[in-house]
């Protein structure tokens, strides 16, 4: 009873007597006096709290090694496994028959029933399961059903080799763990938080993870990437094997449908399309990017339509939504599992290692029992042969006291045979003899008997190599699992190395510039004050005084930076191409100094000087050049005794562009009158170098990878796909593909290629000579037939190309074609001549040959009919070389 209980009684007790009232006191004081138990709070709170802690980690959240599962979807697969019949079961009678071993509710059992189910590998569902692209969750378990996979079937469970230990309430059986023969834990992925920890492991290719088993097997090293059902791209170079602090980067696959039109294919690992455009939503309403409208047409794929205004650049869409949208996100992985009753963080490859070893001690395991099994399958049937060929039943029929003495007779009717059998003959065995009718001593076949011991002979020799060999055994268990079952199961997730997208370059410009000169204020608030420029609110602005000093700062709505503002602009990180003209005065009265440079590699909020430094320095002429002008100034000297020269020019263009550190050169030591512009020169602007990226598929200038050039604003960039496209691509942005490009370059319109492909429809392959014409558009220049390819393309002047033959005409010695004099140039839409009429395995481009000019005069007719076919081999082909 409560203290709370005691008052209660004291106040219904009021009219009581007095010696009521002392007892009342009396029992109060034995609960709370000096004499009473206490126990401390703290005390209880940590060893309850462990307690608690533990049962979460163990029981509930962590999945173990063994087998890769949680408890609860444990639980659910032993149920699903008693319940199987082949034919589907109501999901709400999947969990009530779980709720016997799983102590927590339906809710639970029914939500983990579904995400196994969605994993598409050990459960067949029928119904609406819901679509983790959408997000959209499943019908009430009532009207779903579900079955296990022929998958989980051949792989997780085996009674035999099973550990079973007794469910919560002790009325029925359950699995420790079960014997999966399958990194399942690694195929599925896990995601589980517990007290104090957390477990996040993601979902690997079936194929690859097989592929990996067999290569440990072997005794070779492998290495595991995610695979995400989501698809998508993935940057692994931080994934550290999946254990704590590793981390993947996933992007969206965004095409480009058109000029105004992108298109969402396949989004991040845990993101949905209602998530995923609502973060798009919120990037454009803070301004980051600018759309038009979206539309969401997805079902079993995703299909997201992005749609631009006319002047957007879909490249740098592409870019913005990765910086500013979940289009782009981290992912960090945490690889906890379950080992020895203690959670223990492990790497996948560790994770790995220790299932293929629990596979093969599995099999092992299951060999032997087989052995066993057929041990005492040759025992019995021995015996069995033995039995009615010595005709030692007749045993049976004699007149025998006690029913102990037959049983000593058989066993002494057997005396002679015991040496040929392989172990003693014990009382069970004549028992089971004896109880065979009378009708099967008359049927027994001989022959036949002795057909089954030799089959069960022939299946211990084998089992018997199998435990001798259980390595090789067990990779051909892996090979059968993946020839079953990993067909449609290829990687959905694109392995990539991400660029590093800088978000000032892609942002949208959403804010506009102002400055106030007087009261020395720079933001996008001061509408009513000089404009300056378009900008974003994440850039910076450089800030010039006309003291000489300058500083870089975020942009902001409304700043401080000084008063006397000589120039305000949007800083763009290591510009090498703006350059400063400035002409200044070293101190109050000191030298006239000159000097041209570029302002890079600068700490924000720091403040520099373009002079020396000398207090009360002034800059007496400044301009931005942003391709690198010039200007030749008239300058004007003050009078004074003995100057005679009193103009003097000054040419910027004569001045080397240096850091902007330097202190410039000496102009004059005279003291100016004023200064005049005299004449604007146009910068000489070099070509801007671009680099292409194999790795990222993207154009860069930070010298990533390989360079293409130099290029003016008008050159573009010649791009061949391997479908037999090509287009050409302006470099105002950095150039982003879809698929990895068989030829980029800069293009020259006047350089002629030669490609080899092979046509679909002929069955046979071509090879033409052209130009590509300036297209911004795909254009196709081979067959536009669906089975058509292209087979290799050469910008050779004289390229050579190597012939291997295949199929009936493997035995012929490889030929080497002359493609100048075998092929004329021609139209990039000209079909081409045909290489050769001997089935061609392989063809190639070699090392080019060296002439002085083309053996063809040139054909200028772009829709030149196809030419007659030419084989390689015909010695009657005009025009041809060959080298054997």
């Not at 709070?41 to 962590?62: C, H, N, P, Q």
């Not at 959209?136 to 989980?152: C, H, N, Q, V, W």
């Not at 001798?468 to 020839?483: E, G, L, P, R």
């Not at 005069?857 to 030419?867: K, L, R």
Request: charged share 30%; net charge negative; hydrophobic share 35%.
């Amino acid at each position: 009873m409560q203290l709370d209980d005691f008052e209660a009684d004291e106040l219904l007790n009021e009219g009581e007597p007095e010696n009521t009232s002392s007892e009342l006191h009396a029992k109060v004081e034995k609960l709370t006096g000096d004499g009473a138990k206490k126990a401390h709070l703290t005390g209880m709170y940590k060893d309850w709290f462990l307690d608690y802690a533990s049962y979460v980690i163990l029981e509930r959240a962590v999945p173990h090694l063994d087998d890769g599962l949680k408890p609860v979807q444990r639980r659910i697969l032993h149920s699903m496994k008693r319940l199987d019949d082949g034919r589907y079961n109501k999901v709400a009678n999947v969990i009530g028959f779980t709720m016997q071993f799983h102590p927590h509710g339906d809710a639970s059992i029914g939500d983990a029933l579904v995400q196994l189910g969605q994993k598409n590998l050990l459960v067949d569902t029928q119904g609406n399961w819901g679509n983790t692209l959408t997000g959209d969750g499943a019908a009430a378990p009532r009207y779903i059903e579900a079955r296990l996979s022929k998958f989980a079937l051949d792989v997780v469970f085996n009674p035999k080799t099973t550990e079973w230990m007794l469910s919560y309430d002790g009325r029925n059986q359950e699995p420790v763990t079960l014997p999966v023969k399958f990194p399942l834990l690694l195929a599925q992925g896990v995601e589980g938080i517990a007290v104090g920890l957390a477990s996040k492991i993601f979902p690997h290719n079936f194929n690859e993870l097989i592929d990996a088993a067999i290569d440990y097997l072997k005794g070779r090293d492998f290495e595991l990437y995610p695979d995400f059902p989501t698809g998508g791209f993935a940057d692994c170079s931080r994934y550290n094997d999946g254990v704590r602090g590793g981390a993947v980067k996933v992007r969206a696959r965004i095409q480009k449908v058109d000029r105004k039109t992108l298109a969402i294919t396949e989004i991040p690992f845990g993101k949905t399309t209602s998530s995923l455009i609502e973060s798009i939503i919120k990037a454009n309403d803070k301004g980051k990017i600018k759309i038009k409208k979206i539309d969401d047409n997805t079902a079993a794929n995703v299909e997201i339509l992005i749609h631009l205004f006319p002047d957007s650049n879909p490249d740098m869409t592409i870019d913005a939504l990765y910086a500013f949208t979940d289009c782009e996100m981290s992912i960090s992985a945490n690889s906890c599992v379950i080992y020895n009753d203690k959670p223990r963080f492990m790497g996948v490859k560790e994770i790995l290692r220790a299932s293929v070893n629990r596979t093969r001690d599995l099999l092992t395991l299951e060999l032997k029992i087989r052995m066993k099994e057929l041990e005492e399958d040759w025992h019995y049937s021995s015996l069995e042969k033995i039995f009615f060929e010595q005709r030692i039943y007749r045993e049976l029929e004699k007149d025998t006291e006690t029913w102990d003495l037959v049983i000593d007779a058989i066993d002494a009717g057997f005396e002679p045979y015991k040496r040929l059998l392989r172990r003693e003959i014990v009382r069970d065995d004549l028992l089971k003899l004896t109880e065979k009718p009378v009708r099967k001593i008359s049927k027994f076949d001989i022959k036949k008997a002795d057909e089954h011991i030799l089959a069960v002979e022939n299946e211990m020799e084998e089992v018997k190599a199998h435990l001798a060999n259980i390595v090789n055994y067990t990779i051909a268990y892996y090979q059968q699992i993946k020839k079953k079952y990993g067909k449609d199961r290829e990687r959905k997730t694109e392995l990539r190395s991400f660029d590093s997208i800088v978000a000032t370059k892609v942002v949208v410009a959403n804010e506009k510039l102002y400055v106030n000169r007087d009261e020395g204020f720079v933001g996008y608030g001061l509408k009513k004050d000089e404009f300056i420029s378009d900008c974003s609110d994440i850039d910076d602005i450089i800030v010039f005084l006309k003291n000489g000093k300058y500083f870089i700062q975020k942009v902001q709505e409304k700043a401080f930076v000084g008063k006397d503002i000589l120039h305000v602009a949007v800083y763009k990180k290591n510009d090498t191409r703006t350059i400063y003209n400035v002409l200044y005065r070293d101190g109050l009265n000191g030298d006239i100094m000159m000097k041209r440079c570029a302002v890079t590699g600068t700490t924000r909020d720091k403040e520099y000087d373009i002079t020396k430094g000398t207090p009360n320095s002034q800059i007496l002429w400044f301009t931005a050049n942003p391709n690198g002008e010039t200007e030749i100034l008239k300058v004007f000297l003050k009078p004074r005794p003995r100057l005679r020269n009193l103009i003097l020019e000054l040419d910027f263009s004569q001045i080397a562009v240096k850091g902007r550190s330097s202190q410039g050169n000496i102009f004059t030591r005279y003291a100016i009158h004023k200064l005049q512009m005299k004449e604007k020169v146009a910068g000489a602007v070099e070509g801007e170098k671009f680099w292409f990226d194999e790795e990222v598929i993207m154009l860069n200038h930070e010298g990533k990878g390989t360079l293409l050039g130099e290029f003016l604003p008008d050159d573009r960039v010649l791009v061949v796909n391997p479908d037999g496209t090509y287009f050409l691509a302006k470099t105002q942005y950095s150039l982003r593909l879809d698929v990895q490009p068989l030829l980029v370059e800069k293009y020259d319109p006047d350089k002629v290629f030669s490609a080899v492909y092979f046509d679909g429809e002929q069955k046979m392959f071509y090879l033409k000579r052209f130009r590509f014409d300036y297209s911004e558009k795909p254009m196709a220049f081979i067959s536009e037939d669906a089975k058509s390819y292209l087979a290799t393309v050469s910008g050779d002047l004289y390229p050579c190309l190597d012939i291997k033959f295949g199929g009936k005409h493997s035995s012929r010695d490889k030929e080497s074609v002359d493609v100048d004099a075998f092929i004329a140039v021609k139209g990039y839409k000209a079909k081409g001549k045909r290489l050769s009429t001997f089935d061609i395995k392989k063809v190639e481009f070699v090392e080019p040959l060296e002439k002085e000019a083309s053996a063809f005069q040139e054909e200028e007719s772009a829709d030149a009919p196809a030419e007659g076919a030419a084989p390689v081999d015909d010695p009657s082909a005009e025009q041809m070389s060959l080298e054997m």
